[in-house]
DNA sequence: TCTCGCGTCGTAATCGTTTACCTGCTGTGC
DNA sequence: GCACAGCAGGTAAACGATTACGACGCGAGA
């Protein structure tokens, strides 16, 4: 492969001249500029990015630390953080830690070492202590939906109170009353704040949280399914359950599907995060949406920031708003009585 | 940051020294050994990776061009191969192409700047003509899926045509004599090779494909409801459908509930591909499964061996076998019934 | 005693860029 | 006619590792 020495010998320039034509750091006549140029043609040279990375002590690159790219959320917030940071010119190296601490640690160790620029971690194993050292090394780094208690990190998140307020709201008004959850582990502020939200809108509407409408899940389909089996246990089984992501919420209608049952005649559904997958059930799921779009962007310019020094001493956290989307798991919407109807012939 | 000298400076030694003791590339006798791991841990020195692949001329980086992580299936692929390539030590870098060409050309080349030891390529959108200069530079190659007409690359895919023919067997099995396919683009020689399958299980069971029943998607979930709306035109509708992945079966499955119809009894529903949302569908869905693992495993695998310089003259193709998968979608299997029950209780 | 081999280790070139610094040259203002 | 600014371009030192060579000391064999 052609290297800038190359270059500079068939264009008869040195190496200096050619860096500057490329990189237009240094005006070069239009004669030289003309000769490099064809040369670079001539030779197909293409710059090499790791010498570059060595000189200038960036790589243009930042590391994505994530459980599970196969997570529709997940994947999700991968591909907004990658569309984002591409269209700044970097690139992002992909790690899946499996939900093993031990497994988020070494790809911690080889993304320092590759000397990323940045990185972006949701919902890590680690804790302070282990993203201490990390810091120490000067390199940004952005929670992703998670504050690190202790450490002053740049973070983007949801208001998830407000969106378990709207998914409440939204069932009480169409007169559930006795609106179960599937929660996730207590650990995760995320569902803490959910709850939070939960309980408000309870309160405002004159009800209390019943702690035996309480299942705790951990986000995975399965969760959901349990939740069902549970629920319906209860003397007085709920008439709508709000499950805190899409996947539990998934369960749920399945379970519901294989009982004979079905939402959201015999018990509205309502899920969290919007994955794409949510309109392709049957019915189509009600849920709390997202913005990841705008959470990867905010997450990548958040983290440039820091990487340019633009940024100030103390950490920043972006907040955005969720939005309610009502689909047919939850109510009888105009939409899926006109197919019904079309049914029919 | 600590580099190599500071090291040597503070053991007292040679950067040729340090440099052996952590490669183990010369023996180092254990007074000196020890004195230098003392140092890098007092500095909490990591070789630098860049400067390390600058001088060795390796990055231990393989780059995976997807079209949009956010498919389920490409997900999946996706994590299987970060997986294999973790197990090697290998990272990847994740390019979203968005099926544009443009972007996935840009892809390439920013790749090749960064030196990436070789390429996975799924679904690329490229054709022979764009990816020849990719292989003249001597970087491996790898396509996922598919295979480039003209150029001799290493492939590793699927026996399409037995999945077809599982699939289809399995319909035949189950008394459906009239069985629509939605098929992808007819430019994929993975729809071409599925319907070959799908045309061979016909005939050997004396049947022929009658065109009336193939509906062309796009592998998205509205292919699927536009594939049944068309089929439900037809005078004689089929009794089974079989599509050409998850997304468009999922499409299907979505249809038939809004129109009041359910799976299997109203229509028979097989999808392609396996992606974990299958399982959690209602009904479940029937469909072939892919054995990513092993296909990701095995992309690395070959590309490594390239990489290595081992690989024989010619390219290597790797086809690996399809499963049938039957859940609720397709038959009322005893699973099903038995949630029935349950849910009489 | 000399030589040879072996075990240790250091010196310095190298990977392919970027960039600080220097050198000529030209033209202008006095 | 001279000093000097300003432009255009080259030289060579980094960046932080790896590694080809060579050097040194010591013990063994002749």
Redesign the pocket.
């Known amino acids: 492969?052609?290297?800038?020495?190359?270059?500079?010998e068939l264009?008869?320039?040195?190496?200096?001249?050619?860096?500057?034509v490329?990189?237009g750091?240094?005006?070069?006549?239009s004669?030289?500029?003309e000769r490099v140029r064809q040369a670079m043609a001539l030779l197909s040279?293409?710059?090499?990015a790791?010498?570059?990375s060595?000189?200038?002590?960036e790589t243009l690159t930042i590391g994505m630390l994530v459980p599970s790219i196969e997570i529709p959320f997940f994947a999700s917030v991968v591909y907004s953080v990658e569309r984002a940071a591409s269209d700044y010119g970097y690139s992002v190296i992909l790690c899946n830690s499996g939900w093993q601490q031990a497994t988020e640690e070494a790809q911690l160790q080889d993304l320092l070492a590759r000397r990323v620029d940045g990185l972006i971690c949701i919902s890590a194993q680690m804790g302070p202590a282990e993203i201490a050292p990390v810091v120490e090394t000067g390199t940004p780094v952005v929670m992703f939906e998670r504050q690190m208690p202790g450490v002053d990190l740049d973070s983007v998140g949801l208001d998830n109170a407000q969106g378990a307020r709207l998914a409440t709201r939204h069932l009480l008004d169409h007169g559930h009353r006795r609106i179960a959850i599937v929660c996730g582990p207590a650990i995760s502020s995320v569902s803490t704040e959910r709850i939070d939200g939960f309980r408000q809108t309870l309160t405002s509407a004159g009800l209390t949280l019943d702690p035996g409408l309480v299942f705790t899940g951990d986000y995975l389909s399965d969760s959901g399914r349990q939740a069902l089996d549970y629920f319906l246990t209860l003397d007085e089984p709920p008439t709508a359950i709000f499950a805190f992501n899409d996947m539990m919420a998934l369960g749920l209608l399945q379970a519901l599907y294989e009982r004979g049952l079905v939402a959201p005649d015999a018990m509205a559904v309502v899920g969290f995060d919007g994955i794409s997958l949510s309109q392709y059930t049957s019915p189509s799921l009600t849920t709390v949406r997202q913005p990841l779009e705008v959470m990867g962007r905010a997450a990548v310019e958040l983290l440039l920031a820091r990487i340019r020094g633009e940024g100030p001493g103390e950490a920043q956290h972006v907040t955005l708003e969720p939005e309610l989307i009502v689909r047919d798991s939850s109510i009888h919407n105009h939409q899926s009585v006109e197919f019904t109807h079309v049914s029919d012939h």
């Open positions: 492969m052609a290297s800038i020495r190359d270059v500079a264009a008869d320039v040195s190496t200096a001249t050619v860096s500057h490329i990189n750091t240094r005006p070069v006549s004669e030289l500029t040279y293409r710059p090499d790791v010498a570059r060595l000189r200038r002590r």
